[in-house]
Nanobody, 127 residues
Framework: QMHLVESGGGLVQAGGSLRLSCAAS????????VAWFRQAPGKEREFVAA????????YYTDSVKGRFTITREYAKNTVYLQMNSLKPEDTAVYYC????????????????????WGLGTQVTVSS
């Protein structure tokens, strides 16, 4: 069983930055894809970014390319989401999720494919 805990959310002005962390306990991220999703009020949960723990290949939704960066740190069994040039439309609860995958295929972008989830961290961007 994998337990995920997100941290790093908060209130920031437009143009500012935040770094989210997702720490795993119970088992390592080995042979998993780790992704960030977000959900704004009244909207469906959407894929933001993902990283392969095995080869560190990263994937992003178009709206965050060039602004967000997903990375991993082996020693801490932690994945980060660096968010720069934040916009009010980035306001949402951000969730970390993990999906078992040990090949080179692109990670799933559908939330139902992910088994392990954190409780989320709120990101609010003021205009």
């Amino acid at each position: 069983q994998m337990h995920l805990v997100e941290s790093g959310g908060g209130l920031v002005q437009a143009g500012g930055s935040l770094r989210l962390s997702c720490a795993a306990s119970g088992r390592t991220f080995g042979r998993h894809i780790v992704a960030w999703f977000r959900q704004a009020p009244g909207k469906e949960r959407e894929f933001v970014a993902a990283i392969s723990w095995r080869d560190s290949n990263s994937y992003y939704t178009d709206s965050v390319k060039g602004r967000f960066t997903i990375t991993r740190e082996y020693a801490k069994n932690t994945v980060y989401l660096q968010m720069n040039s934040l916009k009010p439309e980035d306001t949402a609860v951000y969730y970390c999720a993990a999906h078992a995958q040990d090949d080179d295929s692109a990670p799933p972008r559908e939330s139902y494919a992910y088994v392990y989830w954190g409780l989320g961290t709120q990101v609010t961007v003021s205009s």
